[in-house]
């Protein structure tokens, strides 16, 4: 298999990250520098990257955990805000995110030990259902809510037909609850935006048949 898809099948990161390290050379075939993610390996070949070995996961794990807000889904972040895997136990095997949630959203988060696995269940075209539960500072409209459910363009993306519902009305805070299966970038935070209701909570409530609680 290709070298980057090895590395993500390792579990180290994704393949797309799995390229970039390549790029700054710091993964290693049989003690030579990869050039190029194109170039194929198997399990007999020591791959090692910034000098530590990388074995092949054959038994794919998932683990689930509930990511705070204030929490970045990123092994390194630039702005040296706490990223996830430092709230992970030390002895737990290396483990990617499968899909993220932003900085300010918490809630339902998977991670696997397998970087195929990940792609596979974040993929729009997986049809993987999502659900969410929102409070906005505003009281929504029932035709707004309809829209949304009716697919809606913003910006020229298409966002396809979400379910939404108005679960509570109290005093100018409104919690909503979003089903989704495509899981664009940040879909429901600018799907609010359009709106203009400003969000105070975003809880991830479910990844497919797997839930919080």
Request: overall charge positive; aromatic content about 8%; charged content about 30%.
């Amino acid at each position: 298999m290709r070298i980057a898809k090895f590395i993500a099948n390792a579990g180290y990161c994704s393949r797309r990250e799995a390229e970039k390290l390549i790029n700054q050379k710091k993964v290693c075939i049989n003690k030579k520098f990869c050039e190029t993610p194109n170039i194929n390996v198997t399990e007999n070949d020591e791959i090692t990257i910034d000098g530590n070995i990388i074995r092949l996961n054959k038994k794919i794990r998932l683990w689930k955990m509930y990511k705070p807000t204030n929490i970045i889904c990123t092994n390194y972040d630039p702005k040296k805000r706490k990223t996830i895997f430092e709230l992970l136990p030390q002895n737990m095997p290396r483990a990617i995110t499968i899909g993220r949630l932003d900085f300010m959203s918490e809630g339902l988060i998977l991670l696997t030990n397998n970087g195929d696995f990940a792609r596979k269940l974040e993929l729009p075209s997986s049809n993987i259902l999502r659900v969410y539960r929102v409070c906005v500072a505003s009281n929504t409209k029932e035709d707004d809510i309809k829209e949304i459910c009716n697919g809606i363009c913003i910006n020229k993306i298409l966002y396809k037909k979400v379910e939404a519902i108005i679960e509570k009305i109290n005093q100018n805070k409104t919690w909503l609850k979003f089903k989704l299966r495509e899981g664009k970038n940040r879909e429901i935070r600018i799907i609010c935006k359009y709106f203009k209701w400003p969000i105070l909570k975003l809880i991830r409530l479910q990844y497919g048949s797997i839930k919080l609680v």
